[in-house]
């Protein structure tokens, strides 16, 4: 199905989208609100169609500047949603932004970038 040459970069892509939609899908179900319907959109659409972007030389540019586009976002909308749940009572220390906001998760986001990097660096060598 994808080259064998770059098959393990596209399906490490492949899963960590897969598991950066399925986490947020059970810590903000769609359904709740309107606004957490984009992510899931973004997720489904970084899951389902970009490693078959990637998979091809005339596609790879595409798939790579969404992906850039997305992880922004993702980065973005994470950051503001930590940055509005921070409740009074706690304290911003370096302890509480690196354990009790979404840094993990924006740290898994950002692992798609050298992913991306390295299929688009395959095939535009």
């Not at 950051?79 to 220390?93: H, K, N, Q, R």
Request: with cysteine.
């Amino acid at each position: 199905m994808f080259k064998e040459e770059i098959r393990a970069p596209i399906l490490a892509y492949f899963f960590i989208s897969l598991g950066g939609l399925l986490l947020h899908i059970r810590i903000h179900p769609p359904n709740e609100e309107l606004l957490d319907a984009v992510p899931v959109v973004c997720g489904v659409l970084t899951t389902v169609l970009l490693p078959f972007l990637f998979n091809y030389r005339r596609t790879v540019a595409w798939a790579y500047l969404i992906n850039l586009a997305v992880v922004i976002a993702g980065t973005l909308g994470m950051a503001y949603y930590s940055m509005t749940e921070w409740g009074e009572l706690v304290p911003v220390t370096v302890v509480n932004v690196i354990l009790r906001s979404t840094l993990a998760d924006i740290l898994i986001l950002w692992a798609k970038l050298p992913l991306a990097q390295m299929i688009l660096h395959h095939f535009r060598q």
